[in-house]
């Protein structure tokens, strides 16, 4: 157990990491929710004669969604604290998972997805922002990190779901069952099962957001002093709790709270730093490897189980990758996991496209995307939910974070948009090429302009930027 828990006493520590694990559920519905419907495409354009643009729309539409919960949730979240609007994303992933598990038409499922998307989108804001404004500033990065950790798990598990699925329909494609509407949903049409299973985790979530308290940081915003002292009290005992109480209430009372704060000197680097983290860290290709990594294994020669198989596998050395990074990124820091491992994401990249121009084995092929899955995992994807809250200002927070946010979803739908006619047109080589320029050119970025944050708190970050006038 790490030193600074062990100084607060095992009640705290199992009461802080009750709240983190909860929070970060909502992570884990993120990575099941954009993860699943890779094991659909296929199904999908086939049953309702989809065009590659129609193929690139059912991707893409949770995508809008996402747009639209990350634009409102920090506007939301300010107004009525994170807890309630948590709640809010998690019951339109159940929703959302009910909706697409029984659409009669494309237009059905299309809406389904939507209100899924912002879900993920309105979780993708609060929830690591809510584990920031917990976490004690030496162990908030590996906190923070359990984010993306649970967004890894709930890939890889969306994954294996679509697989061990599939597999069932196939062993049992020729039987005879009682139930038509079982059959249906899980042999005929068995993505719908594949969509359906989402809704246990998302009761789960519901329900567990009931037992965790408020954010501190936006009680004391929210003039609620009382609760906020309690709160950090069984964080961090009643000592510190009155000492960091009042570092916050200090650091709130020199702040405007308008977004327009934004736009101060310093803060626009602050500001700059969090758009260009978020749309460089879709630029990357991750999630076009999980919408479409079936798709791209089955250009590279393998039939649609084993591609699904080998879905897997990326998936695994995913949560492999996410597990180191989450071990040393308060120890190492952000900014050496960010450029190397992005420096590292480049190489690879080309290198796919290089397998695919040459016509390198299937294998091999398999082999490049689990680096470049490596590589990823342990540098933006992991950094990038860490250090997105921790470098606003407390008053905005928020806000800010959906800006930011807002960046990376529009970003995400423009590439899964059009990557399917993008690569139709001009060669799968092609695709991980330009991925390969774009990511040189973040890493070149990041060098510049990304400062280290490891070890400071939420205030002393703001105070870093707003010296640098």
């Not at 997805?113 to 004690?136: D, K, N, Q």
């Not at 890894?152 to 196939?170: C, H, P």
């Not at 200090?250 to 626009?268: D, H, N, T, V």
């Not at 002393?460 to 707003?466: A, N």
């Amino acid at each position: 157990m790490d030193q600074t828990l062990e100084e607060n006493g095992n009640a705290n520590a199992w009461y802080l990491g009750m709240v983190c694990l909860v929070a970060s559920l909502g992570g884990f519905l993120f990575g099941f929710d954009t993860a699943v419907i890779s094991g659909t495409v296929g199904m999908v354009e086939e049953l309702f004669d989809l065009s590659k643009l129609e193929v690139g729309w059912f991707t893409g539409s949770a995508l809008i969604g996402c747009i639209l919960g990350a634009a409102s949730a920090g506007v939301l979240g300010d107004r009525f604290g994170r807890k309630p609007v948590l709640i809010f994303a998690a019951v339109m992933f159940f929703l959302s998972a009910l909706g697409s598990t029984i659409p009669p038409t494309f237009t059905v499922l299309i809406i389904a997805r939507l209100i899924g998307g912002i879900g993920v989108g309105t979780a993708s804001v609060l929830a690591p922002l809510f584990i920031s404004e917990f976490a004690p500033a030496k162990i908030r990065g590996r906190l923070v990190a359990l984010y993306q950790l649970s967004i890894v798990v709930g890939i890889l598990l969306a994954y294996f779901s679509n697989w061990s699925l599939l597999g069932y329909a196939q062993r049992n494609a020729d039987g005879v069952f009682v139930n038509e509407f079982f059959s249906w949903l899980m042999i005929d049409q068995v993505w719908r099962s594949m969509f359906g299973a989402e809704m246990i985790p998302a009761a789960l979530f519901i329900l567990l957001l009931f037992v965790v308290p408020e954010s501190p940081r936006w009680l004391l915003k929210a003039d609620k002093p009382g609760k906020a002292l309690a709160v950090l009290s069984k964080i961090v005992g009643r000592e510190k709790a009155i000492k960091e109480k009042n570092t916050i209430q200090e650091a709130l009372q020199q702040e405007e709270g308008s977004i327009r704060e934004l736009f101060r000197p310093g803060l626009r680097t602050a500001l700059m730093v969090g758009v260009g983290l978020s749309v460089f860290g879709q630029l990357t290709g991750v999630n076009i490897v999980v919408y479409y990594g079936p798709s791209i294994l089955e250009k590279a020669g393998f039939e649609i189980g084993g591609a699904l198989q080998y879905q897997v596998l990326l998936g695994f050395i995913n949560l492999i990758f996410t597990i180191i990074a989450l071990s040393v990124i308060d120890r190492l820091g952000r900014r050496p996991l960010l450029i190397g491992g992005m420096a590292a994401v480049t190489l690879s990249l080309a290198a796919a496209g290089l397998f695919f121009i040459i016509g390198g084995s299937s294998i091999l092929i398999v082999v490049v995307l689990g680096l470049y899955m490596a590589c990823v995992a342990l540098s933006i994807c992991a950094v990038i939910w860490v250090l997105t809250p921790e470098i606003f200002p407390n008053s905005i927070r928020a806000r800010a974070v959906s800006i930011a946010t807002l960046s990376n979803w529009a970003t995400n739908w423009l590439s899964a948009y059009f990557f399917p006619s993008y690569v139709e047109k001009f060669g799968m080589h092609t695709g991980f090429l330009t991925f390969a320029v774009i990511c040189a050119v973040a890493t070149l970025f990041f060098w510049r302009f990304v400062p280290e944050t490891k070890g400071r708190s939420l205030e002393q970050i703001e105070h870093m930027w707003l010296s640098r006038v």
